[in-house]
């Protein structure tokens, strides 16, 4: 049973640069969420699909949108990137709202 | 002040002691409560998981709820050096699948 899968594993970006990040839920698993975890921090929410739709957004600014296919996997695309967008991206996968989320490996940005 | 406290340690044990980590919060609208380990360079692992107020057991793990102290403690008993990690505690209002709020992460090592 393949768990939740990333990619890439890390890149390196330049400052003003655009970055798409990808992830596939779990098997059985329709919910996609996206956290941000900067270096010796909690993961902080950015948002969650469910039926190809954004139904929760945390505090992050418009640069960070996303998207859900039918297959429910979801990508992330962060724009105009800044240095202080270098951080460890996690995408999380639960079966609707009722149950908890299993974590990816994370993709790991770093902007120069 | 952060929604979810948590002590970042390094929390340094010798191997078989147990381990006592815990964590506050400041929103009552918290029912679900998780904890997750995190290896260095790693995503979140689900360790266990539990709805409101009360204690739960899953082997050398033990997780307690305290909802009228707004406090969350989770123990590991016999603890290993392969228990050395970052572990971070996180809940949710509404649904177990909803947004995750964590707390900063404590890092713990279990020495031989």
């Known amino acids: 049973d393949a768990g939740v899968t990333q990619s890439p594993t890390h890149l390196i970006k330049t400052r003003g640069q655009q970055v798409t990040l990808r992830c596939s839920p779990k098997s059985g698993h329709d919910t996609v969420s996206w956290y941000q975890q900067a270096l010796g921090q909690g993961p902080q929410f950015i948002f969650q699909y469910y039926e190809e739709e954004e139904r929760q957004r945390g505090n992050f600014p418009d640069r960070f949108s996303g998207h859900q296919f039918p297959n429910y996997s979801s990508e992330l695309n962060v724009n105009a990137l800044l240095l202080g967008d270098s951080a460890l991206y996690l995408c999380?996968?639960?079966?609707?709202?009722?149950?908890?989320?299993?974590f990816g490996p994370g993709t790991r940005l770093l902007v120069l | 002040q952060k929604e979810v406290e948590q002590d970042p340690g390094p929390l340094s044990v010798p191997e078989g002691a147990i381990v006592s980590l815990n964590c506050t919060y400041s929103n009552s609208a918290f029912q679900y409560f998780m904890w997750y380990r995190q290896y260095s360079r790693k995503g979140p692992e689900l360790l266990m998981y539990t709805y409101s107020s009360g204690n739960k057991e899953d082997g050398r793990f033990t997780a307690q709820v305290d909802k009228s102290s707004k406090y969350i403690s989770l123990f590991i008993r016999d603890s290993q050096p392969s228990d050395s990690a970052t572990y971070l505690c996180?809940?949710?209002?509404?649904?177990?699948?909803?947004?995750?709020?964590f707390g900063g992460g404590t890092r713990v090592l279990v020495k031989p």
């Open positions: 996180a809940m949710s209002a509404g649904a177990a699948g909803n947004k995750l709020t």
């Open positions: 999380a996968s639960s079966r609707g709202t009722g149950e908890t989320q299993y």
